[in-house]
């Protein structure tokens, strides 16, 4: 049963206040609104605080010298990787593996190229999501005609979903499952439809053996993310959607098939400033607690998606659920994509700025719907208040 939203804001105010108030840019711009954290999140003090210490005490290159700098360097480096494991719940560090990039985009292109090109044989089957991040689907395809090149023919299959919601429909999936199904992309929250996709139900319709790679792109820093209990493995994510630096992320392996996964080619310098930031991000998010930081938002977006609800002209899209309806069979995660029946949605999102609200209005890079004309997104983050939602209903509602 879920939470009443408007107890769970109560109960966590105060926390959320002293979190926010550790945002020095959501702090300096008063009648603002940051709404675009599904793109990229801000930064709390003490991550820009580590780079900063970083920069002006030890900065050096990983891996190539001997003096301190250099040596500390490279422990910052291979402490933050460990930390990246402890972060992710992994439950057997030694037989895993963290590879760092500059996103989610890098790390699902790297498994699928370094990995799983190495992995299929002619007449296999993959199932991938077609209506996620063209960061979910391009690299799978890409796969498929590097190895149609060699001669090795891989039949790609869709993910289904279940019409409303966007979640995966796992009946669906039982039914194309086969011997040749031998690997499986995943996401774990929607960045268009904010559902959780329930990914856990697709370790029991494919069974323990076939690989299951997953985009944390939209949960990481959100909810707690657990490999063990998500019972994948590979999970992509980027650095700078979890309160990281731009140009950060990784791919945390552990196949159960197959070969190890080893990264190949040489990889040169590494972004040793983005990577000690996201060794600080994961540290903040850990204090703050990301079970927490899931109720405050989850309690935001059920008041956002309860006020649009009683507004005709706008249309939510995805799953309806609230937390307010009670409802435990679809949880809508911290972002709400909507339509005006009238107004465009870049049209929508330039009145919202001119009123202080940053959304993103287009496509959100989602396979398969670049011509439906976008939409408005709203996503939140610890930093968002009750305030805010309440004041982009106010202004909502003059639109209709
Ligand atoms: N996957 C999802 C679900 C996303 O929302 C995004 C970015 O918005 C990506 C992948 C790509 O992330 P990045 O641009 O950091 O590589």
């Not at 105060?14 to 609104?33: D, E, M, N, T, Y």
């Not at 719940?89 to 890098?106: L, R, Y």
């Not at 999102?349 to 009123?355: D, E, R």
Request: hydrophobic share 40%.
């Amino acid at each position: 049963m879920a939470a009443d939203p408007e107890r769970e804001i109560r109960a966590l105010a105060s926390w959320q206040r002293g979190l926010r108030a550790q945002f020095p840019i959501v702090l300096g711009h008063p009648g603002h609104a940051y709404l675009d954290s599904a793109a990229t999140a801000q930064k709390p003090a003490p991550v820009l605080d580590a780079v900063q210490r970083y920069l002006t005490t030890s900065n050096a290159n990983a891996g190539r010298g001997s003096y301190p700098w250099a040596n500390s360097t490279t422990a910052l480096l291979e402490r933050a990787r460990e930390r990246v494991g402890e972060f992710l719940g992994d439950p057997d560090p030694g037989g895993s593996s963290v590879h760092f990039t500059s996103g989610t985009t890098e790390g699902l292109r790297t498994v699928a190229r370094d990995w799983l090109a190495g992995y299929l044989c002619d007449g296999d089957e993959i199932v991938v999501p077609f209506s996620d991040h063209r960061a979910n689907l391009s690299p799978w395809l890409e796969v498929r005609e590097l190895l149609a090149r060699q001669g090795v023919r891989v039949r790609v299959r869709e993910l289904p979903c279940q019409a409303g919601s966007g979640d995966y429909d796992p009946a669906a999936l039982a039914a194309i499952v086969g011997p040749r199904t031998r690997f499986v992309a995943a996401t774990h929250v929607h960045h268009v439809y904010g559902a959780d996709m329930n990914v856990h139900r697709i370790r029991g319709v494919v069974g323990p053996e076939v690989p299951i790679c997953l985009d944390a792109a939209q949960s990481l820093g959100h909810l707690p993310v657990s490999v063990a209990e998500l019972d994948v493995d590979f999970l992509a994510f980027s650095g700078h959607k979890a309160m990281a630096l731009p140009g950060t992320g990784a791919v945390w392996a552990r196949p159960r098939q197959g070969p190890a996964f080893r990264p190949g080619g040489w990889q040169g310098t590494p972004n040793t400033v983005g990577i000690v930031s996201l060794a600080a991000a994961l540290d903040w998010l850990d204090a703050a607690g990301t079970d927490r930081i899931e109720r405050w938002t989850a309690a935001l977006t059920s008041r956002l998606t309860d006020g649009l609800g009683r507004m005709p002209a706008y249309e939510v899209l995805g799953c309806r659920s609230s937390l307010a309806a009670g409802s435990d069979v679809q949880r809508r995660r911290s972002l709400v994509a909507f339509r005006h029946r009238e107004i465009g949605a870049h049209d929508l999102g330039f009145i919202l700025y001119s009123h202080g609200f940053m959304v993103r209005s287009d496509g959100h890079c989602q396979a398969g719907r670049e011509e439906e004309g976008g939409s408005v997104r709203v996503s939140l983050h610890v930093y968002n208040t009750p305030e805010e939602m309440e004041t982009l209903l106010t202004t909502l509602a003059t639109l209709q």
